[in-house]
């Protein structure tokens, strides 16, 4: 038994995957043996589809520049602002729109219009207002991850059990007590699960707004390698971003979950 249970913390790794584990590992394969199929054909001119040994090159590149992770480093301030700004009205409204029925009926369904709008086509005005510099980046970050947000936190207000909402009323708190003593705590869940989805659209406004008129972030250093036809270099900071996302996603939804845990 012993002797098992040794082999198995030291082989653990070798033990078969689950279901869901092979799946994803043979969906990753068949990504691979694609794209070197599409990269080894001729079908595309030049480096349109280069090979993975060409990205890794470049991807070791990209890591060792310091050019890049001052970039870098442009663009998740940028990101962080956006997301803060954005969150925190859209929070705060979410809880005046979810505890008034009257407000709700009023102006929520004018947020669901505007909510699948594609955010870019108020560059030009983020432009005018606050000309080319990081502060554009970041109202479009912000101007993004809004109404999700929003829109989350209104639900999740509306969600709350009316006896807990009862007992703040027995003993006469304050709006803002209720909202971070009641409400918040009791709604964490769908405020997190927008704040995901925010995240990933200012990430998403951000870049874009990068890619169209900067001279700093990752998004401008895209559109460099894209503007000399170094694919390989492109392809390197796309995976690179694409890194970044997945790990921040993560740690906002661990931070949910532990705070869930915690409260229970």
């Known amino acids: 038994m012993a002797e098992a249970a040794r082999l198995s ?3 653990g790794v070798l033990l078969p995957l689950g279901r869901v584990g092979r799946i994803r590992l043979a969906i990753i394969g068949a990504i691979v043996v694609v794209w070197e199929a599409m990269s080894a054909s001729g079908l595309f001119y030049r480096d349109v589809v280069p090979s993975l040994l060409a990205v890794g090159r470049a991807l070791l590149e990209v890591l060792v520049e310091a050019e890049f992770y001052r970039n870098l480093a442009v663009t998740l301030t940028e990101i962080a602002i956006a997301l803060g700004i954005g969150g925190s009205v859209a929070i705060v409204l979410g809880l005046v729109l979810g505890g008034s029925r009257f407000l709700a009926r009023a102006f929520e369904h004018y947020f669901y219009y505007l909510g699948p709008t594609p955010k870019i086509i108020f560059f030009p005005i983020m432009i005018m207002w606050f000309g080319i ?3 554009s980046k970041v109202a479009m970050g912000a101007v993004s991850c809004f109404f999700p947000i929003l829109l989350s936190t209104a639900a ?3 969600a709350i059990d009316p006896v807990l909402v009862r007992v703040g009323q027995s003993f006469n708190v304050s709006y803002w007590q209720a909202a971070t003593k009641i409400y918040l705590p009791a709604m964490r869940e769908p405020v997190m699960n927008g704040v995901r989805l925010g995240l990933g659209v200012a990430i998403i406004g951000t870049l874009l707004a990068e890619t169209k008129l900067s001279n700093a972030g990752i998004g401008y250093l895209i559109m460099q390698a894209y503007a000399v036809f170094d694919m390989p270099r492109m392809y390197a900071m796309l995976i ?3 890194a970044l996302a997945i790990g921040a996603n993560e ?6 979950s532990r705070s869930v845990s915690q409260r229970s």
């Open 9 to 11: 913390s030291t082989y």
């Open 133 to 135: 510099g990081p502060e």
């Open 251 to 256: 740690l906002v939804g661990r931070f949910g």
């Open 240 to 242: 690179v971003l694409f």
């Open 156 to 158: 999740g207000m509306r």
